[in-house]
């Protein structure tokens, strides 16, 4: 019988590179979280995964875990194109879900899952832990309380340099869904919407380098977001986004313009407002990285599972992520700007 309270059993699908920053973060919450199971077609993987936890049980097969009556929660952390699917099934069997993004790879997929979440008593999350680092958190306060005015425009970049076996699943087009865009520029897409509202057309264009991925490198996206109220201006969104930045000088940034300031973050240590009457620097505390975010993330999710509440990035609001990015390939493939919501 699934359990009401914490400590939730845990069972973890997936063991590639992205599961140790998921499993450092459950390994801090002892007191929402125990990790009974782990799971990957690599048994050696799935090994390497394991020691943090004492002796969790390891199998190979993911229907396994989601009909485990001893598991409460799974953290489904497989390619792409394996979301929709395993989702779906967890969610059937009366499993939580923390599911990595994105949400899916297709619309189509993406709205089943927003069904099978919507009639489930279970409470499903997508992982978009850029929501839950200190800076990006820092900066959406200083929004809601108002400092900077309206929000008109948000500017974000990201730079990797990532490479990939020759068989990874990320350089399949069909597996992965794309490329940069939906591999982490997914992740700004989340934070646009965040903070802009509701989108309603796309622009973007994209580089390919061969050598690299076979699909799009780098890209640019401009979003149009209706007015949040009447009488607050319109907002645009834009994302810059290279997996091609060798010694990048950053990983990324995000700067809110709004109608009294700005408020900003360049490395994510430092958060910087600025307004016609004011300069102020916020510093991160003392130890904080990247990876706590991982924590954060599940830290909510482990906190909406015991108080049966709506996660910040729900299924509904994953698929607005998806459906951007989604009109950004279809942008990118026509030449013109795609107006949202797209036909399903």
């Known amino acids: 019988m699934r359990r009401t309270t914490p400590p939730f059993r845990v069972g973890i699908i997936g063991c590639g590179g992205i599961s140790h920053a998921h499993a450092l973060g ?5 007191s929402l979280f125990e990790v009974r199971t782990v799971c990957d077609s690599n048994e050696n993987a799935a090994r390497r ?12 097969d993911w229907r396994e875990v989601i009909g485990d009556p001893e598991i409460d929660a799974v953290d489904i952390l497989l390619p792409h194109h394996l979301h929709a699917l395993v989702g779906v099934s967890a969610l059937r069997a009366g499993k939580h879900v923390c599911l990595e993004k994105p949400l899916a790879i297709t619309l189509s997929e993406g709205i089943e899952l927003v069904h099978e979440a919507k009639a489930s008593n279970a409470v499903f999350m997508v992982a978009f832990n850029e929501r839950h680092r200190w800076s990006v958190r820092t900066i959406k306060r200083i929004v809601d309380e108002g400092r900077i005015g309206d929000v008109y425009m948000v500017r974000t970049d990201h730079n990797q340099n990532p490479r990939f076996a020759a068989d990874a699943w990320y350089r399949n087009a069909q597996l992965a869904g794309g490329r ?19 989108a309603t057309s796309v622009f973007a264009t994209g580089v390919k380098l061969p050598e690299v991925l076979e699909t799009e490198t780098a890209a640019s996206v401009i979003v149009e977001f209706a007015p949040r109220k009447e009488g607050c201006p319109r907002c645009i969104g834009t994302l810059d986004i290279s997996w091609a930045a060798p010694n990048h000088p950053w ?4 700067v809110v313009y709004g109608t009294r300031g700005t408020v900003s973050t360049l490395r994510g240590d430092i958060v ?10 916020f510093r991160a505390p003392e130890g904080d990285t990247w990876t706590d975010s991982f924590r954060e993330e599940l830290r909510h999710w482990g906190e909406c599972i015991a108080q049966g509440a709506t996660p910040l990035t729900d299924a509904r609001e994953a698929f607005r992520s998806l459906e951007i990015c989604v009109a950004a390939y279809r942008s990118m493939e026509t030449g013109a700007s795609v107006r949202i919501p797209l036909p399903v």
């Open 272 to 281: 910087s407002l600025r307004t016609a009457g004011e300069q102020e620097e």
């Open 251 to 254: 990983y990324q940034f995000l």
């Open 49 to 60: 995964l394991v020691e943090p936890f004492g002796a969790p049980r390891i199998c190979g």
């Open 180 to 198: 940069a865009l939906i591999g982490s520029g997914i992740h700004m897409l989340d934070l646009l919407q965040w903070f802009c509202g509701t």
């Open 26 to 30: 459950f390994g801090n919450l002892p």
